[in-house]
């Protein structure tokens, strides 16, 4: 069966969902959109039925469950299980990840609900890795500043920028103030063959299991503001999964954006931006006399 036959009313011929994940990735494979220009998740949604936003989480929820399972050898079973079910899986994954072991592997499937009330206490225990990486990024300076610190080694800056130690490269700094269309935490400049380069660093600080809800804010804010700059990197704590930032990435065709892990001790750039912005505005930046001076560049 092609995918197209898979993914045609399969909501209510209740298809599996790996089956329509499968297909939808199959489609997605040669590109996002179909010859006509629609995006392959918005065709998929007219046919099975589904919203573009529950084929978006089945996505990634199907992809995180499954390596959740190859990496543990767990029994691929679960597989199966309702979508919605899995979602909440991958929530108490990320809490801990041996009580979900333990529900993978065992015969009965528990409800949405029983699932619900258990990823509530597991996220509260003294043990959670979200309770206790919570608690320790309460501080937004904290984490900025603490961002700041690890960003600003020399090594580290060339690696995520991928440049030669030849090249001149100035010093992280702070973004100066509010510009009326982007205001970054930090940024860098640079000339690549006698043009100037501006990246800038956006910090997202994440409280709990609210992956979502950041990650749509913080794309939506990139969406405008990475086209002022060459590149434009989200940097998200180290426990955070990235799948709902590159799946909005990818989404809204921001090109230019990279997604940074920021740990305790280093970052690492764990997604490079894929290439220019559609819509270059660095020059409108550049070209106000004002931010250009607060910037420390040269006329």
Same mark, same amino acid.
């Not at 990735?25 to 392959?40: K, T, Y």
């Not at 993978?104 to 619900?116: E, H, Y």
């Given at each position: 069966? =092609? @995918?197209i036959e898979v993914l045609t009313d399969a909501r209510s011929r209740e298809v599996p969902w790996p089956l329509i994940v499968e297909a939808l990735?199959? %489609?997605?494979?040669?590109? !996002?959109?179909?010859?006509?220009?629609? @995006?392959?998740v918005e065709v998929a949604a007219h046919l099975t039925g589904y919203t573009t936003s529950q084929l978006w989480i089945g996505i990634r929820t199907y992809a995180s469950i499954k390596k959740f399972i190859s990496l543990h050898e767990l029994p691929s079973h679960a597989l199966e299980w309702p979508m919605s079910n899995l979602e909440v899986i991958t929530r108490i994954a990320k809490a801990n990840a041996e009580e979900a072991k333990r529900i993978?592997? #065992?015969?009965?499937? %528990?409800? %949405?609900?029983?699932?619900?009330n258990h990823y509530d206490r597991v996220r509260n225990y003294p043990g959670s890795n979200i309770s206790a990486m919570s608690a320790g990024l309460?501080?937004?300076?904290? /984490?900025?500043?603490?961002?700041?610190?690890? %960003? !600003? !080694? +020399?090594?580290?800056?060339?690696?995520? *920028? =991928?440049? +030669?130690?030849?090249?001149?490269? #100035?010093?992280?700094?702070?973004? @100066? #103030?509010?510009?009326?269309?982007? $205001?970054?935490? /930090?940024?860098?400049? /640079?000339?690549?063959?006698?043009?100037?380069?501006?990246?800038? /660093? +956006?910090?997202?600080r994440f409280y709990g299991d609210v992956n979502s809800q950041v990650a749509t804010k913080a794309a939506l804010k990139a969406a405008v503001e990475a086209t002022f700059f060459a590149q434009y990197y989200l940097c998200a @704590?180290?426990?955070?999964?990235?799948?709902?930032?590159?799946?909005?990435r990818d989404k809204l065709g921001l090109f230019n954006v990279g997604v940074i892990s920021v740990g305790e001790e280093k970052v690492v750039a764990i997604a490079h931006p894929l290439g220019p912005s559609v $819509?270059?505005?660095?020059?409108?930046? *550049? #070209?106000?006399?004002?931010?250009?001076?607060r910037l420390g560049i040269a006329p």
């Open positions: 069966m =092609n @995918p990735r199959d %489609l997605m494979s040669a590109g !996002s959109v179909d010859d006509q220009g629609r @995006p392959w993978v592997r #065992g015969t009965d499937q %528990l409800t %949405l609900r029983q699932l619900r309460q501080s937004s300076k904290a /984490f900025t500043d603490k961002l700041f610190q690890n %960003l !600003s !080694s +020399e090594n580290t800056l060339r690696q995520i *920028l =991928n440049l +030669e130690m030849n090249s001149p490269l #100035g010093a992280l700094k702070l973004w @100066p #103030g509010r510009y009326p269309y982007c $205001h970054p935490n /930090f940024y860098i400049d /640079f000339v690549i063959d006698d043009k100037i380069q501006i990246v800038a /660093f +956006e910090g997202l @704590p180290s426990w955070v999964s990235i799948d709902d930032l590159l799946s909005l $819509h270059d505005r660095q020059s409108v930046l *550049l #070209g106000d006399r004002a931010i250009r001076a």
